[in-house]
C-alpha cells in the first residue's frame, strides 16, 4: 500500500449505493412514481444548481445561512445545491404560468443537500419524493393530496394503524395569533416554538409565555372539514395536531404531516401544505398550490421497521459460461438470441476453473448458470443450474427463455 | 412586477425538464436500462459531491485545473462536483473488492458537472450512462461492451449504416511511440495532439514534428481480431482509426468512440476503454475494467437529427370533471375505482365553467376526461370524450378502464 493511496470511503454524510442499496432505492423510487402517476402527477426535474438569491426571500432563515452548500462558480455567480425542490418547482411553473393547463400535477424525485451532523434519518444528501398540485385554491386539493399521501404509504404494505397523518392550518394558527395580539416577529417566534413543541421542553414553556396562555388551539371549519372528507375515502388516520407549524415560511394554508406511530422512527416521514404566494414571487399572477415532500432515509428507516423490504433480485437471470475458447462465438450469440427472446443474460469469458466461476456468479446473486462447451454446441441442450437450490433443468436452446422465465416467476 | 423578484431561468448552462422535456428524458433513461439490464448490467449510484482527492491522481489535468466545481465545506473539506462517473465507480469497487462477485457489470446513470462555455452538444450538466465491466482482462470484454454499445444504439432505431465505432489502442500507441523513442513527456503531449487531430490542423503537424514522421499507425491484431470478433455478432460498423486517443489519462489498452455519421452530429456519442490500472489506486489488488459512458445531451440531439424522439403522452389517462359541489365526493370514489382498475386518472374539483376545465385539460395533452354531475351519479352512464378527436364514447363506470385502454392501445 503506497503513501498516496486514494480512500475508497464517500465524502462525509453521502451515501454509496451498491447494487444490493440501489435495488432498494429504485424499489421506492419505482413505487412512489406508480402511485403518483396514477394520480396523474407528471414527471419534471431541475439541475441540483440553483442561483443563491432563489432561496434567500423564501425558505427557513436557518436552511439558508446554516446549512446550504454554497459555491462561487469561476463567473463569479452565488450558486447553492438545492437544499429542497419546493422553489425549483416554483421557479418552473412561474415560468410557463400561461403556457402550462391547470390543475397542474408536479412531481419530482431529486437529491438535496443539507450541511448538518449526521444521524439516524438525516443525511447530508437524501433524495425526496416532491409533489405539487397548482391552480386549485380549494380544499378539494389538499383532499386529493392527502389521498394521495395515504396511498402511497399504503402502496409499500404500510397499514392505516401503523401511522398518522397530522394537520393544522397557518390560517388557524394566524388568527390565533390575533387573538393574542402577537406581532410579526412573535408570530414567526410561536411558528418555531410550535415546531419543537415534541423535542423541547423549552420551547413549550416560551410558547405559553409569549402567548400569556396555555396553547389551547382547536379545529376550525375547514380542518373538520378535511378530515371528514378523508374519511368517506376510507381514509381513517387524519387528526387535527395543533403542534404541527412546518418550517418553511411559505405555507399559507393547511399544513400536514404523516408520521410513523413506531417508537423507532420518531421523524415525520412527509411534509407539507399549502403555499399560495410562492410563485407571484417570480413576478407572475399569484397560482395557489398544495403540496408534500418524502424523503428516501425515512422511508427505507419506516420499511426496515416493518420487514417490507423485498429481497434482492440482480439484473442478470442467466449467466453463460464458455469453458473454452473455441465456445466463446457460440456463447456470445446464445447469450444474444436468448436476449432477443426477453431473458436478461450475462456472460463469464474468463475460461478460469469452472468451480470459481460459479462461486463468482453466487457472489453476484445470479440465479442460473449454464456452462457452454463442445457438448452444448453440439447438442444445442442446455443444463440451467439453479444455484440456490442446486437444481438442475435439462433444457433445448430454444426453450430455455420459457424454462426461466417461469421457473423465476414461481419463485 | 416589483424590483426584488425573483428569475425564472435556471443557473447557466444547466437545463430545466418541464413535463414535456422530461418525457424524453425519461425516454432516454428507460431504453439505456432496459437494454444494459439484458445485458446483465446492475445498478449502482453515488453522492455528486466527492473528495476532490479522487480526481488529482487520475482524470484529466485539464478537467480538474480548468473545469471542476469545487467548493470547501463547513468542516473544511474540499469537495467537487463529479465531472466524470470513472473514478466513483472505481471507488465503489475498490471498497468491497473482496465481496464483489466478477465478471461484475455496473451501470449508473448520474448527472456530471463540467465548467465550460454551453454549446450545442456541450452543457455545464449533462447526464450519462456508465457501463463498466469489471475482472476480466480477456479481449471478451472488449467484444462484449462494444457490442452493447452497438445494441443500445439500435435499440432507439438508429441502424448501423448511421454510426460508425471507431477503436484504436493505448497499447498499440505505446509502443509506437517506443518505435520513434518518445520520452513520458511527449507520450502525454503526443495522446493530446491526436485527440485534437480532427478540430485542428496545427495539432497534426505538431505530432508530425514530435514524431518527426507522418503519423502512419496501423492497426495490431488484437484490434483486427476484435473487428473479426464483432463481425460474427453482426456488428459490421466497427472499424480502426489511428486518431482515437480518448483524454483520459487512465485508459491502459483498447479504447473506442461511437461517432454518429450525420454532419450535424460531429461530437462522439460513446467514448470507452480499457482502464486496468485504476482500481489499485485504492491500496487494493489491480482488477482488469473495461468501460463506456454516453451521454443524454448528444443522445438527444441524434434522435433529433432522425425523427426518432416519440410524441409526448402525459402520465394522466383520463381527467374528471366535477361539476357540482355535490358531485366532488362521488367523482373522488370513482377517480380511486378506476385507478383499482389501473387506469392513471386525475381529477378536476375546481368547478370553473366546464370550457375552461377542458381547454386547460387539453393545454395538459391529457387525452379523455368525463365530466361527472347529478345525472352521471344517478345513471353511472359516462362521456369519455377523446381531446384530440373530438370522439365520444359512452361507458358505463364499470367498462371505463377498459373503453379508455383499448382506445389508447390502438393508437
Known amino acids: 500500500m503506497s503513501n498516496n493511496e486514494l480512500s475508497t470511503q464517500p465524502y462525509k454524510g453521502v451515501r454509496d449505493f451498491y447494487p444490493t442499496d440501489e435495488f432498494i432505492q429504485r424499489y421506492i423510487f419505482d413505487t412512489w412514481r ?84 449526521p444521524q439516524r434519518g438525516r443525511l447530508r444528501e437524501h433524495w425526496q419524493l416532491n409533489c405539487d398540485l397548482f391552480g386549485d385554491d380549494t380544499l378539494s386539493a389538499e383532499v386529493d393530496i392527502i389521498l394521495l399521501a395515504v396511498r402511497l404509504m399504503e402502496s409499500f404494505g404500510i397499514t392505516q394503524d401503523q401511522f398518522e397523518v397530522k394537520v393544522s392550518s397557518r390560517t388557524l394558527l394566524e388568527s390565533y395569533f390575533d387573538k393574542y395580539n402577537l406581532d410579526q ?39 373538520n372539514n378535511l378530515i371528514a372528507q378523508l374519511k368517506e375515502l376510507n381514509v381513517n388516520n387524519v387528526t387535527f395536531d395543533r403542534t404541527i407549524a412546518r418550517g418553511f415560511d411559505y405555507y399559507t394554508g393547511i399544513v400536514f404531516e404523516i408520521t410513523d406511530n413506531h417508537p423507532d422512527n420518531n421523524r415525520a416521514l412527509f411534509g407539507g401544505g399549502r403555499y399560495d404566494n410562492l410563485v407571484e414571487s417570480f413576478g407572475v399572477e399569484s397560482i395557489p398550490v398544495v403540496g408534500f415532500g418524502m424523503g428516501d432515509v425515512t422511508m427505507r428507516d419506516v420499511l426496515e421497521t416493518y420487514g417490507l423490504i423485498p429481497d434482492y433480485s440482480p439484473a442478470t437471470e442467466l449467466c453463460l459460461i464458455a469453458n473454452s475458447a473455441e465456445a466463446i462465438g457460440f456463447t456470445f450469440q446464445l447469450a444474444e ?18 468451480a470459481k466461476s460459479i462461486k463468482h456468479a453466487s457472489k453476484r446473486s445470479v440465479p442460473f448458470v449454464s456452462v457452454i462447451g463442445a457438448d452444448e454446441i453440439k447438442s444445442r441442450q442446455l443444463t440451467l443450474k439453479h444455484l440456490d437450490t442446486g437444481e438442475e433443468i435439462n433444457s433445448t436452446v430454444e426453450d430455455t427463455v420459457e424454462n426461466i422465465s417461469d421457473f423465476l416467476l414461481e419463485q
Chains 1, 2 share one sequence.
Open 34 to 117: 406508480e402511485v403518483v402517476e396514477s394520480f396523474g402527477y407528471e414527471a419534471y426535474n431541475a439541475s441540483i444548481l440553483e442561483p443563491a438569491d432563489l432561496y434567500y426571500a423564501k425558505s427557513s432563515q436557518e436552511i439558508v445561512n446554516e446549512q446550504t452548500y454554497q459555491l462561487i462558480d469561476r463567473g463569479g455567480r452565488e450558486v447553492v445545491l438545492r437544499p429542497e425542490m419546493t422553489p425549483s418547482v416554483a421557479r418552473l411553473v412561474a415560468g410557463q404560468a400561461r403556457e402550462l393547463g391547470y390543475p397542474l400535477r408536479l412531481y419530482s424525485i431529486p437529491n438535496l443537500f443539507r450541511y448538518e451532523r
Open 337 to 354: 438470441d436468448l436476449r432477443r427472446g426477453g431473458l436478461r443474460v450475462s456472460c463469464d469469458m474468463t475460461l478460469r476453473k469452472l
Open 185 to 223: 416577529e412573535e408570530r414567526k417566534e410561536a411558528l418555531k416554538l410550535i415546531d419543537r413543541w415534541h423535542k423541547d421542553e423549552a420551547a413549550r414553556t416560551q410558547l405559553e409565555e409569549l402567548l400569556q396562555s396555555s396553547f389551547d388551539l382547536e379545529p376550525d371549519a375547514q380542518i
